[in-house]
Protein backbone atom coordinates (compact mmCIF):
# COMPACT_ATOMS: atom_id res chain seq x y z
CA UNK A 1 0.00 0.00 0.00
CA UNK A 2 1.96 3.25 -1.45
CA UNK A 3 -1.18 5.96 -0.25
CA UNK A 4 -2.34 6.55 -3.91
CA UNK A 5 -5.09 4.97 -4.82
CA UNK A 6 -6.36 4.47 -8.12
CA UNK A 7 -9.85 3.32 -9.86
CA UNK A 8 -11.29 1.41 -11.75
CA UNK A 9 -8.46 -1.11 -11.82
CA UNK A 10 -9.62 -2.58 -14.65
CA UNK A 11 -11.69 -0.52 -18.20
CA UNK A 12 -13.07 -1.71 -21.01
CA UNK A 13 -14.33 0.86 -23.25
CA UNK A 14 -15.72 1.51 -27.21
CA UNK A 15 -14.29 4.13 -29.40
CA UNK A 16 -17.16 6.31 -28.53
CA UNK A 17 -17.45 5.99 -24.93
CA UNK A 18 -16.67 8.93 -22.33
CA UNK A 19 -14.99 7.25 -19.23
CA UNK A 20 -13.00 9.06 -16.40
CA UNK A 21 -9.95 7.89 -14.47
CA UNK A 22 -9.39 8.76 -10.72
CA UNK A 23 -6.55 8.92 -8.46
CA UNK A 24 -6.25 9.87 -4.90
CA UNK A 25 -3.44 10.44 -2.70
CA UNK A 26 -2.81 10.28 1.19
CA UNK A 27 0.15 11.29 1.25
CA UNK A 28 0.01 15.26 1.78
CA UNK A 29 2.34 15.80 -1.73
CA UNK A 30 2.57 18.78 -3.69
CA UNK A 31 3.00 16.73 -7.38
CA UNK A 32 0.76 14.26 -8.96
CA UNK A 33 1.65 12.51 -12.18
CA UNK A 34 -0.30 10.33 -15.51
CA UNK A 35 2.25 7.49 -16.87
CA UNK A 36 1.33 5.26 -19.81
CA UNK A 37 2.85 2.11 -20.03
CA UNK A 38 2.48 -0.14 -22.94
CA UNK A 39 3.91 -3.54 -23.81
CA UNK A 40 7.26 -4.03 -24.86
CA UNK A 41 7.64 0.07 -23.92
CA UNK A 42 9.21 1.87 -20.93
CA UNK A 43 6.83 4.32 -18.97
CA UNK A 44 5.68 7.63 -20.50
CA UNK A 45 5.34 10.47 -18.76
CA UNK A 46 2.01 11.87 -20.42
CA UNK A 47 0.85 15.20 -17.65
CA UNK A 48 2.57 16.45 -14.43
CA UNK A 49 0.76 18.86 -11.91
CA UNK A 50 2.27 20.90 -9.35
CA UNK A 51 0.01 23.00 -6.26
CA UNK A 52 -3.02 21.86 -8.62
CA UNK A 53 -1.32 23.57 -12.02
CA UNK A 54 0.00 21.45 -15.07
CA UNK A 55 3.23 22.09 -15.84
CA UNK A 56 3.61 19.53 -17.91
CA UNK A 57 1.65 18.17 -21.14
CA UNK A 58 4.22 15.92 -22.76
CA UNK A 59 2.40 15.68 -25.79
CA UNK A 60 -0.42 13.64 -25.16
CA UNK A 61 -3.42 13.31 -27.52
CA UNK A 62 -6.45 15.90 -26.43
CA UNK A 63 -8.68 12.97 -26.23
CA UNK A 64 -7.17 12.25 -22.72
CA UNK A 65 -8.02 15.35 -20.22
CA UNK A 66 -6.70 15.50 -17.49
CA UNK A 67 -8.28 17.67 -14.49
CA UNK A 68 -6.81 18.18 -10.57
CA UNK A 69 -9.48 19.73 -8.38
CA UNK A 70 -7.28 19.98 -5.73
CA UNK A 71 -3.34 18.23 -4.66
CA UNK A 72 -5.35 15.00 -3.75
CA UNK A 73 -7.27 14.20 -6.29
CA UNK A 74 -6.08 13.55 -10.38
CA UNK A 75 -8.72 12.40 -12.85
CA UNK A 76 -8.10 11.70 -16.83
CA UNK A 77 -10.54 12.20 -19.00
CA UNK A 78 -11.15 9.65 -21.49
CA UNK A 79 -13.48 10.11 -24.77
CA UNK A 80 -13.05 8.44 -28.38
CA UNK A 81 -9.91 7.03 -27.54
CA UNK A 82 -8.48 4.56 -30.45
CA UNK A 83 -7.63 0.75 -29.41
CA UNK A 84 -3.70 1.93 -29.78
CA UNK A 85 -4.42 3.73 -26.00
CA UNK A 86 -5.48 0.44 -24.70
CA UNK A 87 -2.32 0.21 -21.79
CA UNK A 88 -2.05 0.04 -18.08
CA UNK A 89 -2.26 3.74 -16.69
CA UNK A 90 -0.62 4.75 -13.46
CA UNK A 91 -1.12 7.66 -11.07
CA UNK A 92 1.86 9.04 -8.91
CA UNK A 93 2.60 11.95 -6.38
CA UNK A 94 5.55 12.94 -4.76
CA UNK A 95 6.16 15.68 -2.63
CA UNK A 96 7.68 18.34 -4.48
CA UNK A 97 8.16 17.60 -8.32
CA UNK A 98 10.63 15.35 -9.71
CA UNK A 99 13.06 17.43 -12.11
CA UNK A 100 16.38 19.72 -11.74
CA UNK A 101 15.74 21.48 -8.68
CA UNK A 102 15.68 18.11 -6.51
CA UNK A 103 14.91 14.60 -6.78
CA UNK A 104 11.86 13.43 -4.79
CA UNK A 105 10.74 9.62 -4.64
CA UNK A 106 7.59 9.26 -6.92
CA UNK A 107 4.78 7.30 -5.20
CA UNK A 108 2.76 4.85 -7.50
CA UNK A 109 -1.04 3.57 -7.71
CA UNK A 110 -1.68 0.44 -8.44
CA UNK A 111 -2.53 1.42 -11.95
CA UNK A 112 -5.93 1.10 -14.34
CA UNK A 113 -5.41 -1.41 -16.96
CA UNK A 114 -7.45 -0.15 -20.07
CA UNK A 115 -8.65 -1.67 -22.79
CA UNK A 116 -10.21 0.36 -25.57
CA UNK A 117 -12.24 -2.22 -28.44
CA UNK B 1 18.31 4.82 -28.39
CA UNK B 2 17.05 5.37 -25.26
CA UNK B 3 18.48 7.58 -22.86
CA UNK B 4 17.91 5.22 -20.59
CA UNK B 5 19.14 1.12 -21.40
CA UNK B 6 18.79 -1.88 -19.01
CA UNK B 7 20.43 -4.60 -18.63
CA UNK B 8 19.40 -7.76 -19.41
CA UNK B 9 16.02 -7.34 -20.53
CA UNK B 10 15.39 -10.87 -18.97
CA UNK B 11 16.72 -12.50 -16.26
CA UNK B 12 15.96 -16.34 -14.83
CA UNK B 13 17.67 -17.61 -12.07
CA UNK B 14 17.99 -20.37 -9.27
CA UNK B 15 16.65 -19.65 -5.35
CA UNK B 16 19.35 -18.32 -3.87
CA UNK B 17 21.62 -16.94 -6.53
CA UNK B 18 23.36 -13.51 -6.72
CA UNK B 19 21.72 -11.32 -9.14
CA UNK B 20 22.82 -8.18 -11.25
CA UNK B 21 20.70 -5.67 -13.02
CA UNK B 22 22.00 -3.04 -14.75
CA UNK B 23 21.90 0.83 -15.68
CA UNK B 24 23.52 2.47 -18.22
CA UNK B 25 21.86 6.36 -18.77
CA UNK B 26 23.03 9.20 -21.41
CA UNK B 27 22.01 12.24 -20.18
CA UNK B 28 22.99 14.37 -16.82
CA UNK B 29 20.99 13.64 -14.19
CA UNK B 30 19.97 14.72 -10.55
CA UNK B 31 18.93 11.12 -9.25
CA UNK B 32 18.59 7.75 -9.96
CA UNK B 33 15.87 6.04 -9.16
CA UNK B 34 15.42 1.98 -9.03
CA UNK B 35 11.47 0.96 -8.82
CA UNK B 36 9.80 -2.84 -8.88
CA UNK B 37 6.90 -3.50 -10.74
CA UNK B 38 5.13 -6.92 -9.81
CA UNK B 39 2.35 -8.65 -11.94
CA UNK B 40 -0.64 -6.64 -11.71
CA UNK B 41 1.10 -3.13 -12.13
CA UNK B 42 1.58 -1.52 -9.16
CA UNK B 43 5.38 0.12 -8.55
CA UNK B 44 7.48 0.45 -5.31
CA UNK B 45 9.94 2.86 -5.15
CA UNK B 46 13.47 0.76 -4.02
CA UNK B 47 15.92 2.82 -4.02
CA UNK B 48 16.81 7.05 -5.02
CA UNK B 49 20.51 7.50 -5.06
CA UNK B 50 22.63 10.67 -6.17
CA UNK B 51 25.98 8.83 -5.88
CA UNK B 52 28.02 5.51 -4.09
CA UNK B 53 25.77 2.86 -2.81
CA UNK B 54 22.41 2.25 -0.78
CA UNK B 55 21.54 -1.47 0.86
CA UNK B 56 17.85 -2.39 2.20
CA UNK B 57 17.66 -5.88 3.28
CA UNK B 58 18.88 -8.01 0.71
CA UNK B 59 19.19 -5.42 -2.02
CA UNK B 60 21.91 -3.41 -2.76
CA UNK B 61 21.78 0.23 -5.65
CA UNK B 62 25.16 1.76 -6.87
CA UNK B 63 26.04 4.43 -9.23
CA UNK B 64 29.22 5.39 -10.90
CA UNK B 65 28.38 9.32 -11.96
CA UNK B 66 31.53 9.57 -14.07
CA UNK B 67 30.82 6.33 -16.12
CA UNK B 68 26.65 7.03 -15.56
CA UNK B 69 26.28 3.70 -14.77
CA UNK B 70 24.24 2.03 -11.96
CA UNK B 71 23.64 -1.43 -10.79
CA UNK B 72 20.69 -3.38 -8.94
CA UNK B 73 21.93 -6.32 -6.77
CA UNK B 74 20.02 -8.85 -4.81
CA UNK B 75 21.73 -11.59 -2.51
CA UNK B 76 20.39 -14.50 -1.71
CA UNK B 77 17.75 -14.42 -4.55
CA UNK B 78 13.46 -15.64 -3.30
CA UNK B 79 10.59 -16.35 -5.67
CA UNK B 80 8.96 -13.27 -4.04
CA UNK B 81 11.94 -10.98 -5.91
CA UNK B 82 10.11 -12.09 -9.08
CA UNK B 83 8.99 -8.71 -11.11
CA UNK B 84 10.07 -6.45 -13.15
CA UNK B 85 12.68 -3.83 -12.09
CA UNK B 86 12.95 -0.68 -13.86
CA UNK B 87 15.74 2.08 -13.98
CA UNK B 88 14.44 6.12 -14.24
CA UNK B 89 17.18 8.93 -13.93
CA UNK B 90 15.28 12.11 -13.24
CA UNK B 91 17.11 14.71 -15.21
CA UNK B 92 17.76 15.09 -19.66
CA UNK B 93 16.01 18.04 -21.37
CA UNK B 94 13.10 18.42 -19.19
CA UNK B 95 14.13 17.31 -15.77
CA UNK B 96 11.38 14.72 -15.54
CA UNK B 97 11.37 10.93 -14.96
CA UNK B 98 13.04 9.25 -18.03
CA UNK B 99 12.50 5.52 -17.57
CA UNK B 100 14.19 2.50 -18.85
CA UNK B 101 12.47 -0.49 -20.35
CA UNK B 102 12.92 -2.48 -17.23
CA UNK B 103 14.58 -5.99 -16.90
CA UNK B 104 12.09 -8.99 -15.90
CA UNK B 105 13.57 -11.41 -13.50
CA UNK B 106 12.18 -14.71 -12.43
CA UNK B 107 13.66 -16.32 -9.82
CA UNK B 108 12.74 -20.15 -9.69
CA UNK B 109 12.61 -22.01 -6.18
Known amino acids: ETGVTQTPRHLVMGMTNKKSLKCEQH?????MYWYKQSAKKPLELMFV???????ENNSVPSRFSPECPNSSHLFLHLHTLQPEDSALYLC????????????????FGPGTRLTVL | KNEVEQSPQNLTAQEGEFITINCSYS?????LHWLQQHPGGGIVSLFM???GKKKHGRLIATINIQEKHSSLHITASHPRDSAVYIC???????????FGKGTKLSVKP
Open chain 1, 27 to 31: LGHNA
Open chain 2, 49 to 51: LSS
Open chain 2, 88 to 98: AVSGGSQGNLI
Open chain 2, 27 to 31: VGISA
Open chain 1, 49 to 55: YNFKEQT
Open chain 1, 92 to 107: ASSQEPTGWAGADTQY
